[in-house]
Structures are given as structure tokens and as C-alpha cells.
């Protein structure tokens, strides 16, 4: 017996994600502030310094929508840093660097959060400065460039490796401030930035592969560009372009931002880049540009509040621009407003699932000790090398029920109606399907109180392979013939007669008492 599912063309390709589909909400930083920088370890992310702050924000997904302020708490850096850098490695989240705005100097400490332990460390850095530049490859968090003062810039990349715990140092090809970093593949890339002559176009690359450094140029020289990576490409974006270096083709090109502007921030959640707010000829802007890379569409969306120099990060479904600033002369402001983009996930995709393929009607008798085998159907529309069999599992009430085995074999086919307990017994179609035995008793204790020839619907439920934080669901439904009669034993019935009364409540007391005889 099987059920029926009518698909849409193509149905395990992605749509296209435009602004009109994003959700857009605001929360909170605990204080305005800008020249912070952010970055997500697990389920936190984290918003760290600010020019004259020490307070790092830090949003737990596992409690909650940004909007509820219980999923928000702080901490402490070490000391107030502006202009620093953050990255994640591992399980590791670090701010390394930064500015002491009212004290003046310059900083070399590394504030360290282990979301393994929740606790905080410190390290050093080789040099102290600000306005550098922090990304991750593999298991190496890099931090790169920097001003030490004295309009003098630092060439130095401090290497954290996460693996041996151990620091070690290398060198730019250029000495530069005000640069961006992001990694594609086996790449960290560390793009412009101000040299000793200007605005630079320098990128160094760092193979995580061979250990080698070489060279590439942006299409302009410039300083602060927002930098981000969406599947195998890496876009650096200022003024009226995105240079986009494509990492499995290792190409460069160019493409036009659709706002031009400068000071902009950006991230990415799956396959959607997000560039937001920043600086024009006129002032501040709100203009939100996303990218859907699959796509490889643009659409347009805006702030709360046009400013720039904000801190970015994604975590989840979720991407986040938080505080910056609308300072312009002698007006505007510093903010605390942290802007929210919560990008629709795929929506569920219907299978076909048989219970006792070749069976028809599917009893399931009570008092079996077995498996009960089951089969997603596989069709010119469906490919189940796509479904992540570790995520099947019978859901039923609030018990997920998953299955102790699973294959692949041609088995059945479909039926042609949409019919849960429609039932047919052909055998294989010529499509692979995905074979699963799931224990018959876990089953029948999910199910409960049942009678002899019930029919139950049984939906099972999983994700395809999916890249995070998109996995896409699947479910489908098939019914069972219930063989026989199953009463959950209710642990208040004492005596096993199918009622609760005084019987069973004298018997529990009786059998109470006895246990709180001490013997001599």
C-alpha cells in the first residue's frame, strides 16, 4: 500500500530568492556603537567592541528569535577595542586587535570564546595594531595587516592554528590597513586596503593546501571593501563593482553592484550574498543589495536606518548587520540597531513511501518482535541518493520513531492517485528507491491505543543533502492494517486490570509500606 504524490517539474532545484521574500526584523545592541566587528561560533553570534567599548552582544539561536530579547545576553573583552577583527575557527571565536580610543595605543590582545567550554581566554598577537583583517581556512585563523601608528602599516599575518594550538607569522606582499579578508575552498584571500602610496588592488591568496602565498589585482584600488564568499566565489565589493574571484574555475570577473557606494557591509546565508548600507557622494544610505548566487539574480531591499561601518555575520537562516554609524559633518549619529534577514527556507517536498512494499493491504501485527520494512520511491523527479537516510523517522504524536537499517534496491512503484491508503502490489519500476526496516515494537508503543483492524496513516519525515542552514524537507505517508489488540500498560494500574481505582491506589500503598520496613 502506498501513497501518491503528483510533482512539480524540477522539484529538487532552488528558486529564486528575491527581497520580497526576505523577513525583516530589528533588535537591539546593548550600546550604540560603530568600528565593531562580528562574527558565529555554533548557535552565537557575536557582536564584539566598538570604538571606546569593551561589550560584546551575543545572539544564541538555540533560544530564540532575535526579536526576543531572552536570546540575548553580553560579555567582556579584556580591554575596549575599535577597529578590530574577528573570526571563527573550530569551535573558537576570536577578536584579535583594535584601537584604545580614549587611552590611544594600540592592541595586541586576542579575546578567545570557546563555545565548547562557554568560557573566555587571552592570546597575543606578533604586533599590536588596528584596522586589520580576519578569515579562516581550514583549521587556521588568520589576522592580517593593520595600522601600528605613526602612519605606518603592518605587512605581519598572525596565524592561529586550532589544531596544535600554536601561533606562528607571515608576510603580505604589501604593508596595508583598511583590507578585507574572506576564504573560498582552500583559500583565504586579503584583498586592497591602504598602502604606503594609497589605495591599494592588491590581493594575497594563502593555499591551506601547499602552505604557498601569490598574488592576484583587483579591478580598483581600494580600502574598506565588504567581503564575502557565496559557493565557490569570493566578492569583494566597493564604489560601482564586485570583483568575484571563482574558486573552482580560478577565474577572475566583474560585475556591477547595483548601488554604488563605499563602507558597505556584507555576509552570506547559503546561496544568498547580502551588501548592506553604507557611504555615497550624498550621504548615508539604507540600500540592502542581495545576490542569489544560484540564481544569479539581484534584488533590492533597505535598512531600518541608512548608515554604515556596521559588523555583519550570519547564523542559521539569519543574516545580521548590527550598529554603525550616520556621522556626516556635524549630524548623524551613532546606532544600536541590528538589522535581521531571515531567509525563507525550501519548502517541503512530497515522496512517495511504501509500507511492505509488494503488500496490499499493510497489516502490521501488534505482537511482532520484528522490522517493518518500508521504501521511499524513487522516480524520474526523484533521486533518493538525495535524501539523507539518518534523517528519515516516522513521526508520530511528538515521537519520531527512525529506522536501525537502510539500502537501496528497486522495489515498487508508485500508484497514480494522491490517496494515502491507496494500494497496488507492482514491483520494481526501474527507479532506485530507498530502502529502510524500522524495529516493529518502537512502532506500536508510538502508537498506542489501538484495535484490530485499524487503519493508522503512518507520515515519515527527512531532509535532503542539503548544504546548512537550507536543508530541505521531505515527507510522505502510507497506511497500516492494525492486526490485533494493543493497550499501552498505564504504570498507575497496579494490578494490570485495564482500570485505575482504589484497587490499584491500596495496592501501591500496600506495596509502599512493605518497602519502608527496616529489618533488624
Known amino acids: 500500500m502506498l501513497m501518491v504524490v503528483l510533482f512539480v517539474a524540477m522539484p529538487w532545484a532552488s528558486e529564486s530568492v528575491f527581497a520580497s521574500d526576505l523577513v525583516h526584523t530589528t533588535a537591539r545592541l546593548s550600546m550604540a556603537r560603530y568600528m565593531l566587528d562580528a562574527t558565529t561560533v555554533g548557535n552565537k553570534a557575536m557582536f564584539a567592541g566598538g570604538l571606546g567599548y569593551r561589550v560584546v552582544d551575543i545572539y544564541d539561536a538555540s533560544l530564540g528569535d532575535p526579536t526576543d530579547s531572552n536570546a540575548w545576553s553580553t ?56 584596522a586589520l583583517a580576519a578569515t579562516t581556512v581550514g583549521n587556521k585563523a588568520m589576522f592580517a595587516g593593520g595600522y601600528l601608528g605613526w602612519f605606518k602599516n603592518s605587512d605581519v599575518v598572525d596565524i592561529y592554528d586550532a589544531d596544535t594550538d600554536t601561533w606562528s607569522t607571515a608576510t603580505l606582499s604589501q604593508a596595508r590597513r583598511y583590507l578585507s579578508a574572506t576564504a573560498v575552498g582552500n583559500k583565504a584571500m586579503f584583498a586592497g586596503g591602504i598602502g ?33 564568499t ?33 563602507e558597505l557591509s556584507a555576509t552570506t546565508v547559503g546561496n544568498i550574498a547580502i551588501f548592506a548600507g553604507g557611504r555615497y557622494s550624498e550621504g548615508w544610505t539604507d540600500v540592502v543589495d542581495i545576490y542569489d548566487a544560484d540564481a544569479n539574480t539581484w534584488s533590492t531591499t533597505t535598512l531600518l536606518v541608512a548608515r554604515g561601518h556596521m559588523a555583519a555575520t550570519s547564523v542559521g537562516n539569519k543574516a545580521m548587520f548590527a550598529g554603525g554609524t550616520s556621522m556626516w559633518g556635524e549630524g548623524g549619529q551613532l546606532h544600536d540597531v541590528v538589522d535581521i534577514y531571515t531567509i525563507p527556507g525550501p519548502a517541503t517536498i512530497k515522496v512517495a513511501v511504501d509500507i511492505k512494499p509488494g503488500s496490499c493491504p499493510n ?21 533518493v541518493l538525495d535524501i539523507d537516510p539518518t534523517s528519515i523517522a516516522f ?73 546548512m542552514p537550507f536543508e530541505t524537507p521531505i515527507e510522505g505517508a502510507d497506511c497500516i492494517l492494525i492486526r490485533g ?36
Open 363 to 383: 497489516p502490521l501485527n501488534v505482537k511482532s518482535s520484528g522490522v517493518l520494512p518500508v521504501a521511499v520511491l524513487g522516480s524520474a523527479d526523484v533521486n
Open 230 to 262: 557565496v559557493g565557490d566565489k569570493a566578492m569583494f565589493a566597493a564604489g560601482s563593482s564586485i570583483d568575484i574571484y571563482d574558486a573552482e574555475t580560478d577565474t577572475w570577473s566583474l560585475v556591477t553592484l547595483p548601488h554604488a557606494r563605499i
Open 75 to 130: 560579555a567582556t573583552l579584556s580591554q575596549t577595542a575599535g577597529d578590530l577583527a574577528a573570526t571563527t575557527v573550530g569551535n573558537k571565536a576570536m577578536f584579535a586587535g583594535g584601537y584604545l580610543y580614549l587611552l590611544g595605543g594600540y592592541i595586541d590582545g586576542v579575546d578567545i570564546y570557546d563555545a565548547d567550554t562557554d568560557s573566555w581566554s587571552t592570546a597575543a598577537l606578533s604586533q599590536p595594531r588596528d
Open 196 to 228: 604606503a602610496a594609497g589605495p591599494s588592488s592588491v590581493v594575497d591568496i594563502y593555499d591551506n593546501d601547499t602552505g604557498t602565498w601569490s598574488t592576484a589585482t583587483l579591478s580598483q584600488a581600494c580600502e574598506l571593501l565588504a567581503a564575502t
Open 395 to 467: 513521526s508520530i504524536g511528538d515521537v519520531n520513531v527512525g529506522a536501525i537499517r537502510c539500502g537501496y534496491e528497486d522495489v515498487a512503484a508508485p500508484v497514480s492517485d494522491s490517496n494515502d491508503c491507496n494500494c497496488i502490489t507492482d514491483g520494481p519500476d526501474g527507479f532506485l528507491d530507498l530502502t529502510l526496516k524500522f524495529k516493529t515494537q518502537r512502532i506500536v508503543e508510538a502508537i498506542g491505543d489501538v484495535n484490530d483492524g485499524d487503519v493508522l496513516v503512518l507520515t515519515l519525515t527527512g531532509v535532503l543533502f542539503d548544504p
Open 485 to 520: 489488540r494493543h493497550k499501552p500498560i498505564n504504570p498507575a494500574d497496579i494490578n494490570k486490570d485495564g482500570v485505575v481505582n482504589m484497587t490499584d491506589f491500596a495496592l501501591m500503598t500496600e506495596n509502599w509500606l512493605q518497602s519502608s520496613i527496616v529489618q533488624d
